[in-house]
C-alpha cells in the first residue's frame, strides 16, 4: 500500500479497528502525530485512559513560537513547498535536522537509535495536520466531550518541534485532563535518559486515577499502544501515491 495519500481518517480508523479487537479496555499512548491520533481514536474507542506525548495540535488548538515555526520550516518545509505536497511521501529529516531540531537533548546514541527506525509518512496527513483550515472532511478534529476518562497531556522541557501552549491547552479541553512537563526532555520523552523519569510519572499518574480498574484482569499485562503510523501501513520504502 502507498503510503503518500492515506489520510489521519484511514489511520483512526484502522487504530479503533485494533482496539474494538481487544478483549479489555487499553491505555492508550501516543507521541508526537500519535499524541494527536491516541485522542482521536480515544473519542471512539472504549479505553482505560490516554496519554498524549508531545501532541502535534488539534483542530482548533494554535499556538506558535519562533522556535517551533524554525524547527517547522526546516523539517517540513521542502515538503511543504513542492507540488502537491498531499500527493507525495513525507520523507524523514536529514541527520543534522532531526539532532537540532527533535533529538536535541539526547546522546548521540539515544538520538541515532530513533533515527535509524523513521520511515516516510503520509503527506496526506500532514496536510491535514497543518493545514485544518482547508480539510472539509475535518480529520483532525478531536470530540473532546466523548472522552471522559483520564487523560495525561505530556510535554518536554526542551521540545522544539511543538509549541509549548498546546499541551496545556489540549489538557484543559477534557473533563479529566491533566498537564505534565518532563524536565530537561526534547521531543523524545519516550526515549533516553527521559524515559523512566516519563514513565515513573504515567505510574503515578495511573495510581492516583485509578486508570487500570476496570481494564486489566487476573494475570494480564497492559497493552500499551504508542499510536503513530500503524506498522502495516508504513512500508520501509517510500511509494508515491
Same mark, same amino acid.
Given at each position: 500500500?502507498?503510503?503518500?495519500?492515506?489520510?489521519?481518517?484511514?489511520?483512526?480508523?484502522?487504530?479503533?479497528?485494533l482496539i474494538d479487537s481487544l478483549d479489555s479496555p487499553p491505555l492508550v499512548v501516543g507521541l508526537s502525530l500519535g499524541g494527536l491520533l491516541a485522542q482521536l481514536v480515544a473519542a471512539r474507542t472504549r479505553h482505560a485512559g490516554v496519554v498524549a506525548a508531545?501532541?502535534?495540535?488539534?483542530?482548533?488548538?494554535?499556538?506558535?513560537?519562533?522556535?517551533?515555526?524554525?524547527?517547522?520550516?526546516?523539517?517540513?518545509?521542502?515538503?511543504?513547498?513542492?507540488?502537491?505536497?498531499?500527493?507525495?511521501?513525507? !520523507?524523514?529529516?536529514? +541527520?543534522?535536522?532531526?539532532?537540532?531540531?527533535? =533529538? %536535541? *537533548?539526547?546522546?548521540?546514541?539515544?538520538?541515532?537509535?530513533?533515527?535509524?527506525?523513521?520511515?516516510c509518512e503520509s503527506g496526506r496527513a500532514y496536510c491535514e495536520v497543518f493545514f485544518p483550515f482547508l480539510d472539509r472532511g475535518k480529520a483532525t478534529t478531536v470530540n473532546f466531550a466523548a472522552v471522559t476518562t483520564p487523560v495525561l497531556v505530556i510535554r518536554?522541557?526542551?521540545?522544539?518541534?511543538?509549541?509549548?501552549?498546546?499541551?496545556?491547552?489540549?489538557?484543559?479541553?477534557?473533563?479529566?485532563?491533566?498537564?505534565?512537563?518532563?524536565?530537561?526532555?526534547?521531543?523524545?520523552?519516550?526515549?533516553?535518559?527521559?524515559?523512566?523519569?516519563?514513565?515513573? !510519572?504515567?505510574?503515578? +499518574?495511573?495510581?492516583?486515577?485509578?486508570?487500570? =480498574? %476496570? *481494564?486489566?484482569?487476573?494475570?494480564?499485562?497492559?497493552?500499551?499502544?504508542?499510536?503513530?503510523?500503524?506498522?502495516?501501513?508504513?512500508?520501509?520504502?517510500?511509494?508515491?501515491?
Open positions: 500500500m502507498k503510503i503518500a495519500p492515506l489520510t489521519m481518517r484511514e489511520y483512526t480508523d484502522d487504530l479503533v479497528a508531545c501532541p502535534v495540535g488539534a483542530a482548533g488548538i494554535v499556538a506558535a513560537t519562533p522556535t517551533t515555526l524554525r524547527s517547522v520550516g526546516s523539517i517540513y518545509g521542502r515538503h511543504f513547498l513542492q507540488p502537491r505536497p498531499w500527493a507525495n511521501p513525507l !520523507h524523514p529529516p536529514t +541527520w543534522q535536522r532531526f539532532r537540532r531540531w527533535v =533529538a %536535541n *537533548a539526547q546522546t548521540e546514541d539515544a538520538a541515532r537509535e530513533f533515527f535509524a527506525d523513521l520511515v518536554g522541557e526542551c521540545d522544539r518541534v511543538v509549541p509549548p501552549q498546546i499541551i496545556p491547552k489540549t489538557a484543559a479541553r477534557y473533563q479529566r485532563g491533566t498537564y505534565l512537563q518532563i524536565p530537561r526532555s526534547d521531543h523524545l520523552v519516550f526515549s533516553g535518559e527521559a524515559l523512566p523519569v516519563t514513565m515513573g !510519572h504515567i505510574d503515578d +499518574w495511573i495510581a492516583r486515577n485509578h486508570v487500570l =480498574a %476496570n *481494564a486489566i484482569g487476573d494475570g494480564q499485562r497492559l497493552a500499551l499502544y504508542r499510536l503513530g503510523v500503524p506498522e502495516h501501513l508504513a512500508p520501509k520504502r517510500c511509494g508515491r501515491g
